[in-house]
């Protein structure tokens, strides 16, 4: 099994909510120690999404996050294609508008699925599952139905055995 994939969230989220920069400092330097020793890795679409907010945290993953964490999305065109397929056949059907937003070539879901299918990542993410849902297509169902697994950010550290 290959490195774990970081979703934008698991970013995001730490950096405003549970854990602040200026705050949580064991907390970052963990992140760092594991992205250096090729525990995690991204995509460019999160780094797209996280460069979006031109704030602290995309100084820090600039400054912190070695030169190869975010890999290139383009050579998953093919898994690509496969996640896109299982997300219109699925059932319920997702509403329109969630297809639309999950399609969208800037969007970073649909690729970082496509990317752990071809090496059998898992994915840290914050979405949570909604079998029934129609509105939004989240991480966790399609990977429920691809048999990837997602984590959270406490569930990431605890199967690596990390503490801080």
Not at 26 to 54: M, P, T, Y
Not at 76 to 93: D, L
Not at 103 to 113: C, N, Q, R, S
């Amino acid at each position: 099994m290959g490195p774990m994939i970081v979703d934008s969230n698991f970013f995001i989220q730490a950096h405003r909510d549970t854990y602040p920069l200026d705050v949580a400092i064991s907390f970052w330097q963990k992140i760092s120690e594991l992205a250096v020793a090729g525990h995690i890795i991204s995509i460019d679409k999160v780094k797209a999404e996280l460069n979006r907010n031109r704030d602290a945290l995309t100084t820090w993953c600039d400054t912190n996050l070695p030169a190869d964490f975010f890999v290139a999305s383009a050579p998953m065109i093919g898994q690509y294609a496969r996640v896109i397929n299982i997300a219109r056949r699925r059932q319920p059907s997702y509403n329109q508008r969630a297809l639309d937003t999950f399609f969208d070539a800037e969007e970073a879901d649909a690729w970082l699925i496509a990317h752990s299918l071809s090496g059998g990542n898992s994915i840290v993410t914050h979405e949570t599952s909604q079998p029934a849902g129609i509105a939004r297509v989240k991480i966790p169902d399609i990977c429920a139905l691809l048999g990837i697994s997602t984590l959270t950010t406490i569930e990431m550290f605890r199967e690596l055995g990390e503490r801080f």
